[in-house]
């Protein structure tokens, strides 16, 4: 951060798109907060990348989860 403290995040997630790219999608529970890196670690500067990308993780988490109990 440009005051000099830092922020920890943790890898949850790998995300790889139709051109092999390849993304991290990271969390910082204390702020619950979450950062899409490219391959190298780098925070990408594109907000609408950044944003379909979580989208897609989203997706992807959600339908590997447990199934939902049927009531």
């Known amino acids: 951060m440009e005051d000099g403290t830092a922020l920890h995040f943790e890898v949850v ?6 051109e092999n790219n ?3 999608v990271c ?3 204390q ?3 979450f950062v899409v890196t490219d391959q190298f670690g780098e925070l990408l500067d594109d907000e609408d990348l950044a944003q379909e ?3 897609d993780f989203f997706v992807l ?6 199934p ?3 009531a």
């Open 13 to 18: 997630g790998l995300v790889e798109d139709d």
């Open 22 to 24: 390849a993304y991290a």
């Open 27 to 29: 969390y910082n529970e």
């Open 31 to 33: 702020n619950d907060e």
């Open 53 to 55: 990308i979580l989208d």
């Open 61 to 66: 988490a959600e339908e590997s989860g447990p």
């Open 68 to 70: 939902e109990e049927q």
